[in-house]
């Protein structure tokens, strides 16, 4: 089955520092998206991202967060100005689109702020 | 607004006996309802999901699920639990019809003993 890819699995940032996420989404996929998890919380939904823009965000999903597809085939989570709240696991997901179309995930990267 | 409710962070049962997850959700539109299981370090998997037509759904690993409109629930079942199912279930569900914003429930860890 194809795979999200994402890089690194573990990155560690001091606060206040930016950090990139990175994600390879599924070659034919059209809309891509970033989750995340607080250690011992749900799975939260930050943004989604079709035709080259965001098409909805989350309140979590403020200034200092953005993301992009710089290359067509690699989509990346900024964060500008790192907080601790910040640490979690940050999901990608991709999917076709349509509503029998799933949507997969990448294992994540957990991002540990000190 | 759309949520969902999982009854109980932390399940147990023993090897070969029924495993039942619970799940309630509350959405203003017919709902889009998932079922998500994630592994130790690995990402989110979808075990089922159910959009129109039949209510009972089944999904991948012997889970199947049934959607009852009247309690507003997804409950996941599975008739004989394995050692390989210990994991971490999500309920999940979508008012959009597709993935746009997937709404996550804070999960059932699933403890399988010998």
């Known amino acids: 089955e194809p795979e999200v890819t994402q890089t690194p699995s573990h990155q560690v940032t001091q606060m206040g520092q930016e950090v990139i996420l990175r994600c390879v989404p599924i070659?034919?996929?059209?809309?891509f998206y970033w989750y995340r998890q607080i250690l011992g919380q749900k799975v939260e939904f930050l943004v989604s991202f079709y035709n080259n823009e965001i098409s909805e965000k989350s309140e979590i999903f403020d200034d200092q967060f953005s993301v992009e597809r710089p290359d067509g085939s690699n989509f990346t989570l900024k964060i500008r100005s790192t907080k601790l709240e910040d640490s979690a696991m940050y999901f990608c997901?991709?999917?076709?689109?349509?509503?029998?179309?799933?949507?997969?995930f990448g294992s994540g990267t957990q991002l540990s702020v000190l | 607004a759309q949520s969902v409710t999982q009854l109980g962070s932390h399940v147990s049962v023993s090897e070969g006996a029924l495993v039942l997850l619970r799940c309630n959700y509350s959405s203003s539109v017919p709902p889009y309802l998932f079922w998500y299981v994630q592994y130790p370090n690995q990402g989110l998997q979808l075990l089922l999901k159910?959009?129109?037509?039949?209510?009972l759904v089944k999904g991948i690993n012997g889970f199947e699920a049934e959607f009852k409109k009247s309690e507003t629930s997804f409950h996941l079942t599975k008739p004989s639990a394995h050692m390989s199912d210990a994991a971490e279930y999500f309920c999940?569900?979508?008012?959009?019809?597709?993935?746009?914003?997937?709404?996550f429930g804070t999960g059932t860890k699933l403890q399988v003993i010998p």
């Open positions: 159910y959009t129109t037509g039949a209510t």
């Open positions: 997901a991709s999917t076709r689109g349509g509503t029998n179309e799933k949507l997969f």
């Open positions: 070659s034919n996929h059209l809309y």
């Open positions: 999940a569900v979508s008012d959009y019809g597709g993935y746009q914003k997937v709404t």
